[in-house]
């Protein structure tokens, strides 16, 4: 049965950071894409950051780009997410999802954990 399982969410003040790990259970993602994406209260799940089976290959949502960085451990089965210069907008629930394909969807996901960012 796969699991994600993700950690590192928290409370923190503007201008802060937080590193967000997700590991994977289950199956072996290495080959295989990965993700963040995360829910604001009121509103739809959002893209943040992607990241291919080679670590050199990433993807991030405009609103991210140049604060946050996705990074992978394949032999850990594990994603990160470390996130700099944080805003009170980049408070939501965070999700990590997986695939075993190259659809470009995402078939698996965590339970999610809640990033608050205060002014």
């Known amino acids: 049965q796969v699991q994600l399982v993700e950690s590192g969410g928290g409370l923190v003040q503007a201008g802060g950071s937080l590193r967000l790990s997700c590991a994977a259970s289950?199956?072996?993602?290495?080959?295989?894409?990965m993700a963040w994406f995360r829910q604001a209260p009121g509103k739809e799940r959002s893209f943040v950051a992607r990241?291919?089976?080679?670590?050199?290959?990433?993807y991030y949502a405009d609103s991210v780009k140049g604060r946050f960085t996705i990074s992978r451990d394949n032999a850990k089965n594990t994603v990160y997410l470390q996130m700099n210069s944080l805003k009170p907008e980049d408070t939501a629930v965070y999700y990590c999802?997986?695939?075993?394909?190259?659809?470009?969807?995402?078939?698996?996901w965590g339970q999610g954990t809640q990033v608050t960012v205060s002014s």
């Open positions: 999802a997986a695939t075993l394909s190259y659809s470009g969807t995402f078939d698996y």
């Open positions: 990241i291919g089976w080679s670590v050199g290959i990433t």
């Open positions: 289950g199956r072996t993602f290495s080959s295989y894409p």
